[in-house]
C-alpha cells in the first residue's frame, strides 16, 4: 500500500518493489527495499523469494556492499560500489533522480497530460514511467530504463512512504 508521497518533496522516502535486471546477455530478478534519507541510502537486494542477496549502505563518507555470504567490499560512493562490485553501468544517484522525475540539464523530457514525466532521455538512457494514479503529483508504479548497449532494468514499485528527514544514523558500520 502507498502512502501518498508528493513527488516535489521527496526527500526522504521509503519503497518496496520488485526488479528485473538484463545485463551483459545474464538475467536476474528480485526484490528491492531502499530507504533514502538525505545523503544517505540502504539498500536490501533480496531474491524473489526475500532471502537477502546484497545489502548496499552509503553516505557522504562511502560506501558498505555486504553480500549474502558476509563478506563486504567499500568504495567512496554507491555508484564507484555498482561500477566496481556488480559491473552495472546504473548510477545510483541518476536512479534517484529518475525515481522522482527530475529532469538533468542535459536531458530531455516528455510529459503526460498532467504533467508528470513520461519519457526520459539522457545521455544514452530511456526511462520510462508508468503511474498507479491519476495525481498529478504521483510518483511511478513502474519504471522502464534501458541504456543503449544492452542494460535494461524494470522496477515495479509496490509501496511508497515519506520518512521525516534525518531518521537515519550517519555512520557506515
Do not use: C
Request: net charge negative.
Amino acid at each position: 500500500m502507498s502512502i501518498a508521497v508528493e513527488r516535489n518533496g521527496l526527500d526522504a522516502f521509503f519503497l518496496s518493489g520488485r526488479f528485473s535486471i538484463r545485463h551483459e546477455g545474464k538475467s536476474y530478478v528480485g526484490q528491492l527495499t531502499w530507504r533514502h534519507d538525505g545523503a544517505r541510502d540502504e539498500l536490501l537486494l533480496s531474491s524473489p523469494f526475500g532471502q537477502g542477496l546484497a545489502e548496499i549502505i552509503s553516505n557522504a563518507g562511502g560506501a558498505r556492499l555486504t553480500g549474502s555470504d558476509g563478506r563486504s567490499q567499500t568504495a567512496a560512493s554507491a555508484d564507484e560500489l555498482l561500477q566496481s562490485a556488480l559491473a552495472y553501468p546504473l548510477s545510483l544517484s541518476q536512479l534517484l533522480d529518475w525515481l522522482r522525475g527530475w529532469n538533468p540539464a542535459d536531458g530531455k523530457i516528455a510529459r503526460d497530460a498532467l504533467g508528470r514525466p513520461l519519457h526520459l532521455s539522457h545521455e544514452d538512457w530511456r526511462i520510462d514511467y508508468d503511474y498507479d494514479s491519476d495525481d498529478p503529483q504521483a510518483l511511478p508504479g513502474r519504471l522502464f530504463v534501458e541504456r543503449e548497449g544492452g542494460f535494461t532494468l524494470r522496477l515495479r514499485i509496490d509501496e511508497w512512504q515519506p520518512l521525516p528527514a534525518g531518521t537515519s544514523s550517519d555512520a557506515i558500520r
